[in-house]
T-cell receptor, first 114, second 118 residues
Framework: AQTVTQSQPEMSVQEAETVTLSCTYDTSESDYYLFWYKQPPSRQMILVIRQEAYKQQNATENRFSVNFQKAAKSFSLKISDSQLGDAAMYFCAYRRLRDDKIIFGKGTRLHILP | GAVVSQHPSWVICKSGTSVKIECRSLDFQATTMFWYRQFPKQSLMLMATSNEGSKATYEQGVEKDKFLINHASLTLSTLTVTSAHPEDSSFYIC??????????????FGAGTRLSVL
């Protein structure tokens, strides 16, 4: 069975600074998808970024980028130029290809300090 | 982008009653929908996978007679919490996946339903 571990329950970053959220996962599969989801106080899950395991190039979406280390089973999220609106719970997630099931980590609550 | 609508957003019910939660894909056909449960300050736990026209597949430990799932059309899945009790109080979230060729392997999430059982 796959597991996703987020070792940082909470983090804080100064506005306009850069922060990195950590995520490791365990799987015996060779192909899968990885995601970072954001859950603001509204509790609507918002897709931040996704990475296909077969792609070596790290995904980027504007201020958000990932550091995907497949051999190490690591998938960290870097947020550059942090904004107040980035404050939320961030979930790292693993998606199995064979049945599309998503396994979520326990989340990291990110605080943005003005 | 694709939108998933979930209704109601908040429901309060008496213990022993049943509550139905709807999950609709608004601009795409969802062959598969997923139902999650989220306890306060915790992660999302998959409850079941709902496939259009067939029986839902429940995760281990989830009572299928307690949480009835119906996926009668390509745009609607419902979760009915039967004979609800206070321990069923939680946040329920659905997600929908369209045909792979269109969805590009993205699941879209509803805004969730907060269930409070008195």
């Amino acid at each position: 069975a796959q597991t996703v571990t987020q070792s940082q329950p909470e983090m804080s970053v100064q506005e306009a600074e850069t922060v990195t959220l950590s995520c490791t996962y365990d799987t015996s599969e060779s192909d899968y998808y990885l995601f970072w989801y954001k859950q603001p106080p509204s509790r609507q899950m918002i897709l931040v970024i996704r990475q296909e395991a077969y792609k070596q190039q790290n995904a980027t979406e504007n201020r958000f980028s990932v550091n995907f280390q497949k051999a190490a089973k690591s998938f960290s999220l870097k947020i550059s130029d942090s904004q107040l609106g980035d404050a939320a719970m961030y979930f790292c997630a693993y998606r199995r290809l064979r049945d599309d099931k998503i396994i979520f980590g326990k989340g990291t609550r990110l605080h943005i300090l003005p | 982008g694709a939108v998933v609508s979930q209704h109601p957003s908040w429901v309060i019910c008496k213990s022993g009653t049943s509550v139905k939660i709807e999950c609709r894909s608004l601009d795409f056909q969802a062959t598969t929908m997923f139902w999650y449960r989220q306890f306060p300050k915790q992660s999302l736990m998959l409850m079941a996978t709902s496939n259009e026209g067939s029986k839902a597949t429940y995760e281990q430990g989830v009572e299928k007679d307690k949480f009835l799932i119906n996926h009668a059309s390509l745009t609607l899945s419902t979760l009915t919490v039967t004979s609800a009790h206070p321990e069923d109080s939680s946040f329920y979230i659905c997600s929908a996946r369209g045909p792979l060729v269109l969805a590009k392997n993205i699941q879209y999430f509803g805004a969730g339903t907060r269930l409070s059982v008195l």
